[in-house]
């Protein structure tokens, strides 16, 4: 089965509230503009309840099929906030606001999961329940936590749930996934290294906490190469060192920030502890002291197989065999999802946005051209799941 006609027949007016999106971008849970015209959308559209404020600016969206007495109830989340970045496009439907862009594509997920409420509540070809579900501040603000925290699954009997992704380098038309592991866990640190300050002349009255802080960006890189198993994966960056203002004090204070990046939960744990253990050891040889202030952010995304096998299935009924890829590597990047992953059984897709500037990029742009792929899988999701 491939695109839809009656989907073909709306993908240019979907496009035209994507470009919409893509002009007004809104922040983490700040989205009130776009939560407002999806609401009011899914109205028009003829949705059996459309509830607001879900964790706290998400919208939900019930659809029922010609029947329920099959008691299936299927969940679909998109996205629906933006990062702050300046685009540097020049597109004509650019950011209008200053610092903001839609570079992570969230104005096409929401523009598609919308042309699948649409498709769904004209046809109602489906016997069971479809929640349409637009969430805030995926991008670092664990908008998903809060829809799950908030009683979602439970208020609405959101029995699976499926998300999607854009996927720059990946073919218009084709989409990729795997079971298990797929999106890793992400953890934030902060460092604090307390020395001895001194003149630069005088090293040996002082701790020199520069000298520390960079035997410490190099040991910390050690737990990965020598205490993570070699077929495990996990990542430590530290992306700020911040130590003295001049040219002739040895500084008394030194401050890192960095993130770990793990596929497992034992893992995890491995790099908490062995992060704290190194710092205390490596500042205790100098003379200095350490604390770790650890941060458990984003969990790791993990497809449940049987509905991963089941959406590639749909994936292909969609793109063509070929054009599914059921075995793509996992990426180290973190996505909030996995808290409703948690929460209930379900999977993940990546689609395919052809040859364009990868996501947070300030060139990046979503390709229209992907829509009715998109709509086309959840509406396709709906019936096969859950045939009339």
């Known amino acids: 089965m491939p695109v839809i006609n009656r989907v073909a027949e709306m993908a240019d007016e979907i496009g035209v509230w994507r470009r919409d999106f893509h002009e007004n971008p809104e922040l983490l849970y700040d989205v009130h503009r776009t939560a407002g015209i999806v ?23 019930v659809i029922k099929g010609r029947s329920t007495g099959s008691g299936r109830v299927i969940g679909i989340r998109a996205d629906m906030d933006a990062l702050p970045i300046q685009e540097i496009t020049g597109l004509p439907h650019a950011s209008k606001t200053p610092g903001k862009m839609h570079a992570c594509g969230h104005d096409g997920h929401t523009a598609i999961l919308l042309g699948a409420a649409r498709y769904l509540a004209e046809t109602r070809n489906f016997d069971g329940t479809a929640v349409m579900i637009f969430q805030p501040a995926e ?15 439970e208020r609405f009997g959101v029995q699976k749930v499926y998300g999607l992704h854009n996927m720059p380098g990946v073919p218009l038309g084709a989409f990729a996934l795997r079971p298990g592991p797929l999106l890793a866990s992400a953890d934030h640190f902060d460092i604090h290294v307390e020395g001895k300050g001194g003149h630069a002349a005088r090293p040996h009255e002082c701790v020199d906490t520069a000298m520390v802080v960079s035997q410490l960006v190099v040991a910390l890189q050690g737990i990965v190469s020598r205490n993570v198993d070699p077929l495990e994966s996990a990542v430590i960056s530290i992306c700020m060192i911040k130590t003295g203002d001049t040219y002739n004090v040895i500084p008394q204070t030194a401050h890192l920030k960095g993130t770990t990046r793990t596929l497992t939960e034992a893992v995890r744990d491995l790099c908490e502890a062995r992060i704290e253990a190194v710092v205390e050891s490596v500042c205790a040889t100098w003379g200095a002291t350490g604390r770790v202030d650890y941060r458990r952010g984003y969990p790791v995304t993990v497809n449940d ?27 180290m990047g973190a996505e909030d999802f996995s808290y409703m992953l948690n929460s209930r059984p379900g999977a993940y897709i990546f689609l395919g946005n052809g040859d364009t500037a990868g996501v947070h990029h300030p060139a990046y742009d979503f390709d229209d051209a992907a829509i009715p792929y998109g709509v086309s899988l959840w509406a396709k999701l709906v019936e096969t799941a859950m045939p009339a």
């Open 39 to 61: 609401a009011q959308k899914c109205r028009e559209f003829g949705c059996d309840e459309v509830v607001e404020g879900i964790g706290r600016t998400g919208v939900v969206a």
């Open 305 to 331: 197989p049987a509905e991963t096998e089941f959406l590639a299935g749909i994936a292909a009924a969609i793109g063509g065999e070929r054009a599914v890829d059921q075995s793509i590597a996992p990426l």
């Open 139 to 153: 991008e670092g603000g664990a908008g998903g936590d809060a829809m799950v925290k908030d009683g979602m699954m």
